[in-house]
């Protein structure tokens, strides 16, 4: 059974930065599309940023240039760093997989998903 276990959510300041883990079991191998979307009160499910195996990352307009995804293939582990932190990016952060190397910015293609981690900004 595939398992996501998200981490490091948490209170930040506005302009602070976060960093948030996921580690991956139950696969079997490696190559699977992996990422993270975030949700807000009232608001759809988003991308945040995906990555393939072989770290090509697609990142959402709102958050390129202030957050950098990462995988580490060996320990089965995506990693999201967020800096430049606003309240507009609070909201419940999920880690997410898809049994694909190719990654999509659409959340209903992602079959495994964490149970999330909050992140809170305030100003």
């Known amino acids: 059974q595939v398992r996501l276990v998200e981490s490091g959510g948490g209170s930040v300041q506005s302009g602070g930065s976060l960093k948030l883990s996921c580690t991956a079991s139950g696969y079997g191998h490696n190559n699977f599309c992996k990422g993270w979307f975030r949700q807000a009160p009232g608001k759809d499910r988003e991308l945040v940023s995906v990555?393939?195996?072989?770290?090509?990352?697609t990142y959402a307009d709102s958050v390129d240039g202030r957050f950098i995804i990462s995988r580490d293939n060996a320990e089965d582990t995506v990693i999201l760093e967020m800096n430049s932190l606003s309240p507009e990016d609070t909201a419940m952060y999920y880690c997410?997989?898809?049994?694909?190397?190719?990654?999509?910015?659409?959340?209903?293609?992602?079959?495994?998903w964490g149970q999330g981690t909050q992140v809170t900004v305030s100003s």
């Open positions: 990555i393939t195996s072989d770290g090509v990352a």
């Open positions: 997410a997989s898809r049994p694909s190397p190719t990654c999509t910015p659409l959340p209903a293609l992602f079959g495994w």
